[in-house]
Structures are given as C-alpha cells and as structure tokens.
C-alpha cells in the first residue's frame, strides 16, 4: 500500500487566486514528481526533485513552482491560476530505479 | 528520446470476452523498465506491473497477462474473462534508470466492459 498524500482532492477556484497543492510521503523516498493530466489523456511531468532542496522542470513547461525542503514534502504552487491550468495534478515518488514510481490520488482543479 | 505508443484509444467489449491492449516503446537505452497502471473513474494510478528489460517471461497474475517482446519493443497486456470492474483508462510507461528515473507514458487506452 502506498502511503502518499495529496490534499486537496478537488479545488475550485477563481482566476488570479494563489493556490498550493500538497503531497506528502511517509516512505523515505528521495526522488518525487508532479505530473499534470487533462481527463483520461496522458500524463505529462511538470517538475521532479532528486532530494532535498534539489528541484527541476519537466519535459511539459509549467507556470507552476514547487519546493522541496523536507524529504516527505513537495508542494505545488500556482502564484495566480487561470482556466487554463484546469486539470488533474498527480504526485508520484519512488526509492529508486529499480523501483515502481507510487501514485497519490491526485488533485482535480478546476479554475472559473 | 523515449516514446511509448498505444495505439488504440478506446476499446469496448462484452464482459467474460478476452481483450490485449498493446504498448510499442521506443528508447536507446540498453536498460530499462516497462510498467503498466490502471486508472479507474476515481482518477488514482493504481500499479500493475514492473518488467525489466533483461527479462522477457511473459507474466500471468490472475486474469491478467503481459507479453515482452524486445524484437519488437512490444508489451502487452491481456485480460482473460473480461469483468465490469477492469472498466479503466490502461497507460504503459517505460522509464530509464539514469537521472531522474522520469517515467514516460503512452497516451492510455481506455477499456469498457459491457455488462
């Protein structure tokens, strides 16, 4: 059982509000991940961090910035959302190579 | 670059019949991982299956099988007797065990067994 978090599971918002989407793991991982998804379509990642203070963009550019200043800890933060940043934001987080990258449950959030 | 393609978009059987979706990956990497996840209405990836790519057994786990073959860069994914509850978006991923370790995704199928 994975015991990664992410809260909250849906958001609405207005245009222009400040948002921080978060994920925890209790697992000791080192490397973690956001991706976004539009419903139902592929997944795209939009940052990475191999440690601690250690971030990095991914291969879909994101308006969004993350932070990593504890190990179980990598927030996701949009200064203001637009429509356009409606979707589904995914955390993930593995132990290693060998290993299978663990899934939070996700964030749907939708901006009006 | 690494590339995963799933060709088929949406797929619709009836329940109990048999149905493969497949997974054509692309990389230059001589070793690599080949995952595939299960992502029902409730939005959450839920893991199936790690392969390696020194390791070309075909996998069986219940109702649910995978075919590797490097010849032709293929996974696939069959499941045997069809249920209601294998209803999902399928994606398959494959990851390099370099750097990040980013995993990239095909574009899902999504599967709907018919009652």
């Known amino acids: 059982e994975a015991d990664i978090y992410q809260t909250p599971r849906y958001l609405v918002i207005g245009t222009g509000k400040k948002i921080t989407l978060e994920c925890s793991q209790t697992?000791?991982?080192?490397?973690m991940y956001w991706y976004q998804q539009d419903p139902g379509m592929e997944l795209h990642l939009i940052h990475y961090?191999?440690?601690?203070?250690?971030?990095e963009k991914g291969d879909l550019s994101s308006e969004s910035t993350v932070s990593r200043i504890r190990t179980e800890h990598f927030p996701l933060t949009l200064e203001s959302a637009r429509p356009s940043h409606t979707s589904q934001y995914l955390c993930?987080?593995?132990?290693?190579?060998?290993?299978?990258?663990?899934f939070g449950p996700g964030t749907r959030l939708t901006v009006l | 670059a690494q590339k995963v393609t799933q060709a088929q978009t949406e797929i619709s059987v009836v329940e109990k019949e048999d149905v493969t979706l497949d997974c054509v990956y692309e990389?230059?990497?001589?070793?690599?991982?080949l995952f595939w996840y299960k992502q029902p209405p409730s939005g959450e990836l839920v893991f199936l299956i790690r392969?390696?790519?020194?390791?070309?057994q075909n996998e069986i786990s219940g109702r649910y099988s995978w075919n590797f073959q490097k010849s032709t860069s293929s996974f696939n994914f069959t499941i045997t007797a069809s249920q209601v509850v294998d209803s999902a978006v399928y994606f398959c991923?494959?990851?390099?065990?370099?750097?990040?370790?980013?995993?990239?995704f095909g574009q899902g199928t999504r599967l709907t067994i018919n009652p």
């Open positions: 991923a494959l990851r390099g065990i370099q750097g990040a370790q980013k995993l990239v």
């Open positions: 961090s191999y440690g601690v203070n250690s971030t």
């Open positions: 993930a987080s593995t132990s290693g190579a060998y290993n299978e990258q663990f």
């Open positions: 392969r390696n790519s020194f390791d070309e």
């Open positions: 990389t230059r990497d001589t070793t690599y991982y």
């Open positions: 697992m000791g991982h080192d490397k």
